[in-house]
């Protein structure tokens, strides 16, 4: 590991009540079902283990080294040492299998959610927060529930759906359309024209798929990953409003920004790539 990642201090433990608290539902709802004993964590890896589909299974080992190098170092799980990292890398993989059987169907592909690039994000978040070597699976099992509650009950499964392909998401960034005329304002609005339809949807498919996990410094991205938690419990909220609202905030706050990076550009040449990049660099100069 790099000396940076062995020595930022980490957040630990943040959502650990909530985890817990999923956790206690999945155990009280199988129960009911009379399936206590069938329904553990450690059941779902077995059946996940055998059942999930091998071109399924193979992406996730492809993602998994990847992930963890994406976050700011204060939220990765220990990574201090050879037998850590991979141990990590294990419980990423482990976690993402179960899920996806979880909430996937191996039998047929038009129902729940499937494994999409991005999620690996958010399981690497919730496992930088409960996991911790020598653990004997705890910190994994509770990462695990943490983020099943985050994509049923924040997202939805429609999110990351199987099919119709991601179909939450695309509605997400359907209602940011037709929001961001007003949240940039008239400069950035008519300096783009009809490429600002261009620039949200760049927006958001880098931000929204993988929750901002990668874009923002550590502070704010806490922040925005609090505020969705909390939203969970607002029945009267749209699910992951907090994604629309903190993309919307953010193009209204550099708008000014990423007018001048327009006005940059030659004439002719595509204007909404300059405003992006100009938009990635904004977010990763907030403070910390």
Request: glycine share 6%.
């Amino acid at each position: 590991a790099s000396d940076a990642t062995a020595s930022a201090p980490r957040s630990v433990g943040r959502w650990r009540t909530i985890a817990e608290e999923r956790r206690r539902t999945a155990e009280m709802a199988a129960a009911r079902c009379g399936l206590v004993a069938a329904d553990g964590y450690d059941a779902l890896l077995e059946e996940a283990r055998r059942e999930v589909p091998a071109a399924t299974a193979r992406q996730i080992q492809v993602d998994a080294p990847r992930t963890f190098a994406a976050l700011p170092p204060e939220l990765r799980p220990p990574l201090d040492d050879d037998d850590s990292a991979s141990a990590a890398q294990a419980a990423l993989e482990h976690m993402l299998l179960a899920v996806e059987w979880r909430h996937g169907n191996a039998a047929r592909a038009d129902i729940g959610l499937s494994y999409t690039q991005g999620m690996n994000f958010l399981a690497a978040m919730c496992l930088g927060d409960l996991w911790a070597p020598g653990d004997d699976g705890e910190g994994e099992e509770l990462a695990f529930w943490l983020l099943d509650l985050l994509l049923v009950d924040v997202l939805g499964v429609s999110f990351y759906a199987e099919w119709p392909p991601l179909l939450g998401y695309h509605a997400m960034a359907a209602v940011l359309r037709d929001l961001a005329p007003g949240a940039c304002g008239s400069v950035l609005a008519s300096a783009l024209g009809e490429e600002l339809v261009d620039l949200v949807d760049m927006l958001s498919c880098r931000h929204l798929v993988p929750c901002f996990v990668g874009l923002l410094p550590p502070g704010p991205l806490l922040a925005l990953w609090d505020d969705l938690f909390a939203a969970r419990s607002d029945e009267e909220a749209p699910l992951a409003r907090p994604l629309c609202a903190w993309l919307v905030a953010l193009l209204h706050h550099f708008a000014p920004t990423l007018a001048g990076a327009v006005a940059e550009v030659s004439p002719g040449e595509p204007r909404a790539p300059a405003a992006y990049q100009a938009a990635l660099r904004e977010l990763k100069s907030l403070p910390a």
